[in-house]
């Protein structure tokens, strides 16, 4: 790299992209229909003293998390409730879990320093010290002894409620707790049968703590979760996440590259939506790609071209299973893929087998049953209802293939 072009990226400043966390409020878009019913029919109702259990499903990368935050956020702004965010990605237990809900309520930052400070007084022995910047340096060892007591319904409950009752005193009207991330704990049994239990035993207490309880997670765990408990199919209202539509993706983009005095022009747009398929993850990710190689603050075709071909990999890598994504790298297959993704175009989520066979060569033709059927043993395909159409269980996949295709296409 040259030092006048490393210069250059010195001076950009910090990407308004992060494919990691959940869209800051500042450039949340679309969902209005999905949001409001959350506001009105969930945060509303709890500020009146009522408890509410909302499901919000939706596949992997699609926006799960940024809702639960947009959400809360304006939730405690506009209804007074208390957001306690806790993603339980490392549990497997209801231990596990209960030590993560103790650890999110404790990091809740709200923007009340009062109520803030009746958290950390009222869990003052789990708190081993506060930073003059508001940082909290929790004792391990005292929340994994006492986290054991909350691991059941009626004691959480109880939990929640102490917690209300302090928090009720500086105008809290509720508590809203998001459970996010719950895929390795939604295959354990006794989960779906604590979340039945913890909404009954709060629904007929005297005193209902008033409590918006959120999950986020992919259908298949709610389905799994009713395999495991059939009575979880009736305490959810389900509000699914879909994706993005090109006119709300090129939305977002305009805001992000506005937001660092950066122009797109038309073309650069259509390929940003064209890629991203509506995944708010591949935005962020398509985005960061093109904030970096860009040299002019102005985004044009070239740099979004190439932004695609060093996304593809990091598609696969970041979103795609390590076994799935050692399969697709197979030179047998890379041809039969972005035929695949030719015929499909990136809004579809199935094929027809014979389509795709009338494009192959006959050394591809060999090959292709192969790779359908390690496809579906990889549970990445499936059949679908008509004679020879293939579905994809994982949108990932799919939005992986549809990437190596733009990469071959513009390399």
Known sequence: MSVQNESQELQKGASPFNPTQPVPVELFVGRSLEIDRIMHRGAGQVATGKPVAIFVQGEYGIGKSSVAKFTQYYAERDYSLWPIYASLAECSDLTSMAEAILKAALRTHAFDKALS??????????????????????????????????????????????????????????????????NGIADNPKFAHFLKGFIDTNAVSKKPVPLLLMLCGVEERRRKMIRNHEPVERIFDIISINTLSPEEMADFFTRAFDSVNMTVDPKAMDYLTLYSAGFPKIMHLLGDEAFWLDKDGKLDEEDTLRAVVLAADEVGRRFVNEQVFNSLKSKDYHSILAKVAKEMGPGSTSFIKSDVMSSLTESEKKKFNNFLQRMKKLKVLRSGERKGEYIFNMRMVQVYIWFQAGKTEHP
């Open 117 to 182: 400070g009746i958290i950390k007084e009222f869990l003052a022995d789990y708190v081993e010290n506060i930073s003059l910047f508001g940082q909290i340096t929790i004792k391990t060892d005292a929340l994994k002894r006492d986290a054991p007591n909350l691991a059941s319904a009626a004691d959480l409950i109880d939990f929640l409620r102490s917690l209300y009752e302090r928090l009720k005193l500086t105008g809290c009207k509720g508590i809203f707790l998001v459970l996010d991330e719950i």
